[in-house]
């Protein structure tokens, strides 16, 4: 069983910038996909960007692309976020997901495990 555990969601400006990281506890999570999704209040959760298990494919929301950068360590068991340009609605909670497939994937159903989410809250 892999646990995933989000961190660095936060309060930020408008045009703010942050950086959220997906720490898992199984080292074979090198050869997992990771993707990041979101879900503000009132809404349904939403892809935000995936990367392959070597980090050399990746795929990003049209709201995500040029504004957020995905990345892992794999090393270090992490996937990064890194979100510039922040807008008041990109305020959601975060959450990273890991799917045994390694490939680029995008379906919700396709990621085996989840994390418990981590709030960024942009004030315009």
């Known amino acids: 069983q892999v646990r995933l555990r989000e961190s660095g969601g936060g309060l930020v400006q408008d045009g703010g910038s942050l950086r959220l990281s997906c720490a898992a506890s199984e080292w074979a999570f090198g050869s997992y996909a990771v993707g990041w999704f979101r879900q503000a209040p009132g809404k349904e959760r939403e892809f935000v960007a995936v990367?392959?298990?070597?980090?050399?494919?990746?795929i990003y929301a049209d709201s995500a692309k040029g504004r957020f950068t995905i990345s892992r360590d794999n090393a270090k068991n992490t996937v990064y976020l890194r979100m510039t340009s922040l807008k008041h609605e990109d305020t959601a909670v975060y959450y990273c997901a890991a799917s045994t497939r390694g490939v680029i994937i995008q379906l919700e159903s396709e990621f085996e495990y989840w994390g418990q989410g981590t709030q960024v809250t942009v004030s315009s």
């Open positions: 990367i392959s298990w070597s980090g050399a494919g990746t």
